[in-house]
């Protein structure tokens, strides 16, 4: 049995370092095709028709018009008449024609006829009503009534949320799909290319359209963004398929932009009435709060507040507000930016109430983080050095009486990050060239250049000298990329898949080194005795001894190569303008681990990209529905606002990395730095301004309300 | 040749907005801009974009090469008519509906997928080309309306054997995760570096206002463009 480990750190020559992605030409250049980009000889575009109400029964559908219009190949109906939409632009009927523009207007001669129903599209729980409310729990530890009659007890409370958001993929959800015989061939953007052909096979079962998942080919070469809304075979994607099969021609079926932004994704709103105690000397003693929030028609689960600090006495409670606003999709961190936010901001706020420096208040309490609290310890003073904490922090308000105030704040946050389930294969043919095959996907995290690092130093070769294949379900199934589960799934499969490829090698190789395989090692290109260059002989001399086949290594996720469970610090400096109410992130620092690195460059994109995105949800985005008529006021791109270029100041990453973090094997990290840019920067504008603002995102005119200067909020 | 009055619009040029419209009696919106500028015809966009467009959407100057659009003044469409566009120093004779955007036909017609659509609207910037080395949004830019005008699409930037140079910036400096909006960004830095040789940071908000990114890739680009603005000046020549 071959023992898998990490290489020392004295024994890296690539691991850990700082290397380009390799995919950054085929990006850089436009040349790399994503699903979107797809042309197939005789390919019809779908478009699709949405529900024009919030709720309803649907009446009556007319495709006739739509059918006898020029270049129109295929009509599917989605959803029957009589059958029920929950939000609106609800898909219900998939045409197909030979034009994007021609298929754009069959889809609008389709007529409709609806019976509309009830609706709620706000998430307002005072006002929502009982039938659109679920309590989904209420959880009493200790004894808080007791603890919060404590004498010398210091309370506060506030009120703290965050809204409904989107993912706005800049690539839509969608595919182009093609049928060959009974074999059809799917080039989908998703997230999940091993998991997907099952989904296909059952749904088009359920359609009337046989197929078996053996016969599926799913192929997803460049994705353009999910971040957790692109794990499924979607309603578009079957309905693709059952075009592509009526016409007898490959269909592309992509989500026009105000799809996307209504139908394909939202992150759960969350609120939280709050009140929070501890001890004159900052003891944390007693937390309770009632919650509630948003995620589309169904209500589930419930997100856990007080986050990473809970004192012994608890009592939380938490209320499903289910309404017509399009399902949630997991979000980067599912809840956690939104539990964060509300539990920092309190204990923020708290902090303020005991004249306590916040990160005096969060270190003094830290033990409540339990196994992580030493990551914190070693967190805190790194972070507060970068943003020099010490100099800039100011009591609450204090901040001078010009118009533009500045302000600090900070947030913590954790995740865990356990390696998905992966196979590798790692391929060595006669003339010395490798391939590494694994059914996973590149979102854009650098997951291609984390597979070549770690085969090729597995193999003591240069990158160059190994063939990444991915994005496809032809090879060894891996999981779906959600959650920061990838980078342990190919990483640690890919370290075993090449160990036992090179095990095989070292034992053709040693007879003619005059030696046993357990004596050589693969190092600079040459298989070698161990430590001893000048008894070796080269990769290409050692692979030609394989004869006419290749060598197979197989390798699957493996738990003594990784672990779970990260800590993140971060603070933030602000200016707001109180005379426009005006918000700009002037520095923002991250400081995260996550266990041994393999690509230094990509993950710290990684941090520096999850604040900027940060950035957006804190001080600009929002899904605004309109309860009057029921529809999204702002599914575009120029009301619905992310961070621009402009908009972003400094951000300083700093990886732990070293004694202490490399030996705990890798652990994911796409999720964990996105958590805390909220409830950082809402804690910084409150410490600028002296108020807490107390809803993100913190738009100019919920600033001048919380001024006391009017505006809407 | 047209003058800066009358060439495309880029972004907020707009003249009309059909999407806020119509929202009656509790009824959501029927009609969108894109659908109303796209589906009603040559003339009826020029009547509502007013003199913006109207002397090069609505008469087909007869010396240009669009094969055998008549010349004369008057309404084109619905149905296909002849485009030719020049696209990186090539010509393409086309059969377009006049109703087709510079970007579908790159995409749809000539498989030039490198610019993308992702808002469909001027906002974002993914599908941004230079039309005559000015960047334009191509999604809101008629394919009709792009004739005589020398296209230049992230396709035909990149020199044989090698990555532009502000590509390679990209790459050096990470500025890119899912990549989709990384084209659309090289050509917005590739027509600015061209007008403004010597950028600072601190212009670049602005210059770049007009792309957006999803994955946050803005740190890399910052320094992409600062890296590739040394180095066109070290080869000294264009972008």
Redesign the interface.
């Known amino acids: 049995m071959a023992d898998y480990h990490w290489p020392p750190a004295n024994h890296r020559e690539l691991i850990g370092k700082k290397i380009k992605r390799i995919d950054g030409p085929a990006k850089s250049s436009g040349r790399a095709k994503y699903s979107y980009d797809i042309n197939r000889p005789g390919m019809l575009w779908g478009k699709m028709v949405g529900s024009k109400y919030a709720h309803a029964k649907i009446a009556k559908i007319d495709t006739r018009a739509a059918e006898s219009m020029p270049g129109v190949k295929a009509v599917v109906v989605m959803i029957p008449e009589g059958g029920e939409v929950f939000w609106a632009n609800q898909e219900i009927v998939a045409v197909a024609a030979d034009s994007e523009e021609r298929a754009e207007a069959a889809a609008d001669a389709v007529k409709i006829e609806y019976q509309p129903l009830p609706y709620l599209v706000h998430d307002d729980l005072q006002t929502a009503g009982a039938q659109f409310t679920k309590q989904l729990e209420n959880r009493t530890n200790g004894n808080p009534d007791q603890a919060f009659q404590q004498p010398d007890l210091v309370v506060s409370e506030g009120v703290y949320g965050a809204p409904v958001i989107t993912h706005c993929c800049l690539e839509s959800h969608g595919q182009v799909t093609e049928w060959n015989g009974d074999h059809l061939t799917v080039w989908e953007s998703t997230q999940n290319v091993s998991g997907m052909a099952g989904q296909y096979a059952e749904a088009l079962s359920d359609k009337g359209v046989p197929v078996q998942a053996s016969n599926i080919h799913v192929i997803t070469q460049f994705m353009g963004g999910g971040f957790g809304s692109k794990f499924a075979a979607d309603t578009w994607g079957i309905a693709c398929a059952q075009l592509a099969k009526k016409a007898g021609r490959p269909v592309k079926m992509m989500l026009e932009r105000d799809q996307e932004q209504t139908t394909a994704g939202c992150r759960p709103s969350m609120y939280a009435r709050v009140k929070v105690g501890a001890k004159r000397d900052g003891t944390l003693v007693a937390w309770q709060s009632e919650a509630w929030g948003t995620q589309g028609p169904r209500a589930e689960g419930s997100p856990r507040i007080p986050y990473i600090l809970e004192p012994a006495n608890v009592r939380a409670s938490y209320t499903g507000v289910m309404n017509n606003i399009g399902p949630a999709r997991a979000w980067r961190a599912p809840n956690h930016p939104q539990m964060a936010l509300i539990t920092n901001s309190a204990m923020e706020d708290l902090a303020a109430k005991l004249n306590m420096d916040p990160m005096d208040f969060f270190l003094k309490n830290i033990d409540l983080a339990g196994d992580h609290a030493k990551i914190y310890r070693d967190e805190f003073p790194i972070a507060a050095r970068l943003i020099d904490w010490k100099a800039k922090w100011h009591p609450r308000g204090q901040s001078g009486s010009g118009p533009v105030k500045r302000g600090l704040g900070l947030s913590i946050h954790t995740w865990g990050g356990r390696g998905n389930q992966s196979n590798c294969q790692v391929v060595i043919h006669p003339d010395g060239s490798v391939e590494t095959n694994i059914g996973s996907q590149d979102l854009g995290t650098g997951t291609r250049t984390v597979i070549n690092i770690v085969a090729a130093e597995t193999l003591g070769l240069p990158l160059h000298a190994v063939k990444v294949n991915l994005g496809d379900n032809r090879y060894p199934p891996a999981g779906a990329s959600g959650g920061s589960t990838t980078v342990s799934g190919v990483s640690t499969s890919t370290r075993m898949a090449a160990t036992n490829a090179l095990n095989e090698l070292l034992a053709k190789v040693a007879p003619s080194l005059g030696t046993t395989p357990d004596k050589l090692e693969a190092w600079d290109g040459k298989i070698q005795v161990i430590g001893n260059p000048s008894k070796s002989i080269s990769w290409k001399q050692a692979c030609a001894k394989l004869g006419a086949s290749p060598i197979t290594g197989m390798g699957r996720t493996n738990p003594a190569l990784m672990s779970s469970g990260v800590g993140g610090v971060q603070m933030s400096e602000v200016e707001v303008d109180t005379e426009t109410g005006i918000v700009r992130m002037m520095k923002h620092v991250a400081v995260q681990d996550c266990g041994l690195i393999i690509d230094l460059k990509t993950a710290e994109s990684q941090v520096y990209g999850a604040c900027i995105m940060g950035v957006g949800y804190a001080l600009y985005e929002e899904k605004i529905m309109d309860q009057l008529t029921g529809v999204c006021l702002n599914p575009n791109m120029e009301f619905y606002k992310l961070a621009g270029l402009g908009d972003v100041g400094e951000i300083v990453v700093h990886m732990m990395t070293g004694p202490g973090y490399d030996e705990r094997g890798t652990i994911g990290l796409g999720e964990p730095p996105v958590v805390s840019p909220g409830a950082a920067i809402s804690n910084a504008v409150a410490n600028a301004i002296g108020v807490r603002v107390p809803q993100l995102p913190l738009s100019p005119d919920r600033v001048l309300a919380a001024l006391g200067k009017g505006g809407m909020a | 040749m047209p003058s800066n009055d009358n060439a495309p619009p880029r972004g907020g040029e707009k003249a009309c907005d059909g999407?806020d419209s119509g929202?009656r009696d509790?009824?959501?919106?029927?009609l969108?801009r894109r659908?109303f500028i796209?589906?009603a015809g040559i003339a009826g966009v020029a009547a509502s974009a007013g003199a913006l467009l109207a002397d090069r959407t609505l008469a087909v100057e007869p010396e240009s090469q669009n094969g055998g659009t008549g010349g004369a003044p008057g309404v084109l469409g619905p149905g296909a008519v002849p485009v030719t566009l020049k696209i990186n120093g090539k010509l393409h004779r086309l059969s377009l509906?006049p109703?087709?955007t510079l970007l579908?036909a790159l995409?749809?017609h000539l498989?030039l997928?490198?610019?993308?659509?992702?808002?469909?609207?001027a906002?974002?910037g993914?599908c941004t080309v230079h039309l005559d080395g000015r960047a334009v949004y191509s999604c809101t830019t008629l394919a009709l309306d792009a004739q005589g005008h020398e296209i230049t699409?992230?396709?035909g930037i990149?020199p044989a054997g090698g990555?532009?140079p502000?590509?390679?910036a990209?790459?050096?400096h990470?500025?890119?995760?899912?990549?989709?909006?990384?084209?659309g960004f090289?050509m917005a830095v590739t027509a600015y570096l061209n007008h403004q040789p010597n950028p600072t940071l601190e212009a670049?908000?602005?210059a770049?206002?007009g792309?957006?990114?999803?994955?946050?890739?803005?740190?890399?680009?910052?320094g992409a463009v600062l890296e590739a603005a040394r180095s066109i000046r070290a080869k000294g020549g264009q972008a």
């Open positions: 999407a929202a509790n009824q959501p919106p029927d969108s659908r796209k589906g509906e109703r087709v579908d995409r749809n498989d997928t490198g610019a993308k659509k992702v808002c469909d609207r906002t974002c993914a699409t992230i396709e990149e990555l532009h502000v590509s390679q990209f790459w050096d990470d500025a890119q995760q899912c990549g989709f909006c990384t084209p090289v670049l908000g602005h770049l206002g792309n957006l990114c999803r994955c946050g890739t803005y740190r890399g680009i910052k």
